[in-house]
């Protein structure tokens, strides 16, 4: 089969740290390589992949100030739509915007929903519910609104983590800094058990990290490591 994996373009796919939708349209290219299909993955220049690799930006728009974000991003998105002829499938993992060219191809689109940022980004997805397929992270991740192809959970290289068979005493808070991903109750919760917590990841909500992160950070009860 013939498959263009459209990934975001903020970051180097795979990343060199944070980005996890890059991280993980890397890892569906391989895998769709590996198991024979002929794949164009559609990435920074940058990027590393075994697929063939189409790249309208020279990096990503996160890692060059100079990049206008959405310049960068219409004509990325455009890129593959225009060449749809060349694939039985294009798989979206790019957010809702691509969605708005899928109209104008023949071309099958599958788009992976990561997340709903906002519920104002769901009348773009709505609207293309019925001409294209979603899959879904999780069941509990499902807009009710919409329908769902299938859940895939996210694959894991497990070969990119080292185990230990004996764990720490410490508790790991890996993730960006955002009420989200609840970095705050991370702190209760290490608190309540006595631990100590190691806080590791982006910041990317400055007002909630100063008055609800920082203050507990102390160096000895609770680390703040930085993005890993």
């Known amino acids: 089969m013939r498959v263009a994996v459209l990934a975001p373009i903020a970051w180097r796919t795979p990343p060199r ?8 349209a890397s890892l569906l290219t391989e895998g769709l390589v590996a198991a024979g299909h002929h794949v164009t993955l559609f990435a920074t220049a940058d990027s590393i992949t075994t697929a063939g690799l189409h790249a309208t930006a020279s990096c990503g728009w996160s890692e060059d100030q100079t990049i206008d974000a959405k310049v960068a991003e219409c004509l990325h998105i455009a890129s593959v739509f225009e060449r749809a002829a060349d694939f039985d499938v294009i798989h979206n993992g790019f957010d ?8 104008l191809v023949a071309t099958p689109v599958v788009t992976t929903i990561h997340g709903f940022s906002s519920e104002k980004i769901v009348p773009v997805y709505a609207r293309y519910d019925s001409t294209t397929a979603y899959v879904s992270i999780s069941d509990a991740d499902r807009h009710p609104d919409l329908h ?5 959970h996210h694959g894991i290289d497990v070969e990119a983590f080292a185990t230990h068979p004996q764990p720490g005493e410490h508790l790991l808070f890996f993730g960006r800094i955002h009420p989200d991903k609840g970095t705050a109750h991370a702190i209760e919760v290490a608190r309540r058990c006595g631990r100590r917590l190691d806080i590791a990841g982006i910041i990317q909500d400055e007002e909630y990290f100063r008055t609800e992160v920082a203050p507990h950070v102390d160096g000895q009860r609770v680390r703040y490591l930085g993005a890993v």
Do not use: M
Not at 17 to 24: I, K, L, S, V
């Open 17 to 24: 740290h944070y980005g996890p939708w890059e991280q993980f």
């Open 96 to 103: 809702f915007l691509p969605l708005t060219y899928s109209g």
């Open 148 to 152: 769902y192809a299938a859940t895939i």
